[in-house]
């Protein structure tokens, strides 16, 4: 054979041969040969769930209530022949073996449970065969000390009967299962602290965190993902107090100018750069949600504004034409950037705010943030505000769903 001599002279010659090649590293072998933490070594585990935590390491907010809450979303599988049903959901602090922090039966899980894609509101029972549901999931603490570094979940579940075509594959399974996975990380990073996005009184959180709504429950396919696209998001509208049952609005409500927080202005959260501006779109009629938008449209006349950090403050359904600023210029806290309206995919007037770490609307993370000055005066209740004794002045807190606050008044 040739190569033989080739190789040897190469040998004898290494000045005029180029170095054999430099063996590559040696791959650090798992432990548990890509068994996750929870599972056997010694049996194989028939486990047709199979879990996929969603979106960025949550970061631990404190809410109105004075607790902690961490928001995340764990997408869930059936990867086996039978339906699944989800009767509970545990979240265990640090590892399979860890400490059950938090635990929400049957009836709440069907509560927080999203079929993707979700095209009908109606509760999701059980998972068919095939498809990904999301677990829209919130553990609250007591004090932030008390946050797990990281958390996994235990779910029990019972399986529905198989198919004609998956039957001698679905024998194979037991009628309840047990599994472990969706691993969280916590972030050790602290929420963005702004000032207000409004100012005056009688300022009503909707959609809010941590309740189940239909922000908590915005997990789109965008991007190339699953994403938690309006997490911390809040709709902010006007009440008056006084009205029983609350009305946002004064006469008839069939214009917008009916509505108290339309034309309130809207004030830039942070000193920051204009990222977007759109501004040209037509307002909806009140109560009449329009059906003919695209996607890019659903936030109507918005301004999005880099606020440093890698987070981008989102203002949507503005007034037409009213955006007091355009792309590139400097903002400057409490300063007027455009007016309250109801444009893009919006019932009524009000402001939807939220935090995000790229300059889109939807695509992008999703991160909570704090407002550093309000009083909170009640909270929803019904068709009624439960007002406080008094006002109850806060620093440095997340608005929750149904919170009535005042911010300071405008400068």
């Known amino acids: 054979m040739r190569t033989t001599p080739i190789i040897l002279s190469c040998v004898a010659l290494l000045a005029g041969c180029s170095s054999p090649p430099t063996p590559a590293p040696a791959i650090a072998a798992d432990s548990r040969g890509g068994v996750l933490p929870g599972y056997p070594l010694d049996i194989d585990v028939v486990a047709p769930l199979v879990f996929t935590t969603l979106g960025p390491d949550p970061i631990p907010v404190q809410g109105t209530d004075g607790k902690f809450h961490v928001a995340y979303e764990v997408a869930v599988l059936n990867a086996g022949p039978r339906p699944v049903s989800i009767t509970q959901v545990e979240t265990l602090a640090n590892g399979p073996d860890g ?24 509760p999701i029972t059980e998972i068919p065969v095939g498809r990904t549901a999301v677990l829209v999931l919130d553990d609250t603490y007591a004090d932030r000390a008390e946050v797990p570094a990281e958390v996994t979940h235990r779910l029990t579940a019972t399986l529905g009967p198989a198919g004609s075509d998956t039957a001698k594959e679905g024998a194979r399974y037991p009628d309840a299962i047990t599994q472990i996975g969706g691993a969280v990380r916590t972030s050790t990073q602290s929420p963005v602290v702004i000032g207000p996005p409004l100012a005056g009184d009688n300022w009503a ?56 927080a339309y034309d309130a ?28 938008l695209t996607f890019p449209q659903l936030g109507g006349n918005y ?9 981008f403050a989102f203002y949507a359904h503005m007034i037409p034409g009213s955006a007091a600023v355009k792309v590139g210029d400097k903002v400057t806290r409490g300063q007027v950037i455009g007016r309250l309206g109801n444009s893009g ?51 440095n807190q997340l608005p929750l769903d149904g919170s009535v606050v005042n911010f300071p008044p405008a400068q």
């Open 205 to 260: 959180a909707l959609n809010g965190c941590c309740s189940i709504t239909s922000h908590r429950g915005a997990v789109m396919a965008v991007a190339g993902r699953l994403n938690g696209s309006e997490r911390y998001a809040i709709d902010w509208v006007r009440f008056d107090p006084h009205s029983h049952p609350l009305s946002t609005f004064t006469g008839a409500g069939t214009n917008n100018a009916d509505y108290r």
């Open 345 to 395: 995919n919006t019932s009524e007037a009000h402001l939807h705010f939220h935090v995000s770490r790229a300059p889109l609307p939807l695509s992008s993370d999703n991160v909570p943030y704090l407002i550093d000055k309000f009083a909170v005066v009640g909270s929803i209740v019904g068709q009624d505000v439960e007002a406080e004794p008094k006002p109850s002045e806060r620093t």
């Open 99 to 122: 400490a059950t922090v938090a635990r929400i039966d049957q009836k709440e899980t069907v509560a927080r449970t999203l079929l993707i894609p979700n095209y009908s509101p109606a």
């Open 303 to 311: 301004l999005i504004i880099d606020i440093g950090d890698g987070n």
């Open 265 to 292: 202005p809207l004030l830039a959260v942070a000193d920051g750069t204009v990222s977007a501006v759109v501004s040209d779109m037509k307002e909806a009629v009140p109560h009449i949600v329009p059906t003919d």
